[in-house]
């Protein structure tokens, strides 16, 4: 990508398949820090990549094709989540209702839980707990990823777990 600009001789499908795989796992870890959801962040890396397939022609042009992207993602996942927020039923008016199972409770609560444990931590140790559980990267790929040594991987995880353990007992776990 000289300048920001493609190459004349690509089709329109080229040069939409040389941005989707510059970019698209970039978008996907900003849509993930919003969502904090895989299948959310996926939607919005999809919803983004439609975008930007229709304005293809004035994005190939622009300078800061990741820039755009990633705003575009970040607009898209703030959406979602309004959206979703607004689907979402009170749960106390649910709960009175008897509509909700109680294995639904439980399970919204533990999530409820563990994205507040999530929260406490920095950023580098959220991405590498994610990188490992969720993704399972192993701890060579992490530490290609975040440019340090397998080591210093290996006692984020640790020291991650063991703050966690920490946190975990002050706060109670749910019932």
């Not at 755009?68 to 703030?78: D, E």
């Not at 909700?100 to 920095?122: A, D, M, R, T, V």
């Not at 140790?125 to 210093?152: D, M, N, W």
């Amino acid at each position: 990508m000289n300048n920001g600009r493609e190459p004349k001789g690509r089709s329109q499908e080229e040069n939409f398949y040389v941005l989707y795989n510059a970019y698209n796992k970039s978008i996907y870890y900003s849509a993930f820090s919003i969502t904090k959801e895989h299948y959310l962040a996926q939607d919005v890396v999809q919803e983004t990549f439609l975008k930007a397939y229709r304005l293809l022609d004035d994005l190939i042009i622009y300078q800061n094709k990741e820039g755009w992207l990633k705003r575009t993602a970040r607009n898209i996942a703030i959406d979602l989540y309004r959206r979703r927020r607004r689907e979402i039923p009170d749960s106390n008016a649910a709960v009175d209702a008897g509509a909700i199972e109680p294995e639904i409770i439980k399970q919204y609560i533990e999530k409820e839980f563990i994205g507040e444990l999530l929260s406490q931590l920095n950023p580098l140790q959220r991405q590498t707990l994610t990188l490992v559980y969720e993704y399972g990267y192993s701890h060579e790929q992490i530490a290609c990823l975040q440019q340090t040594t397998v080591s210093a991987v290996k006692s984020v995880i640790h020291r991650t777990k063991r703050k966690l353990r920490h946190t975990s007992l002050q706060v109670g776990e749910p019932n």
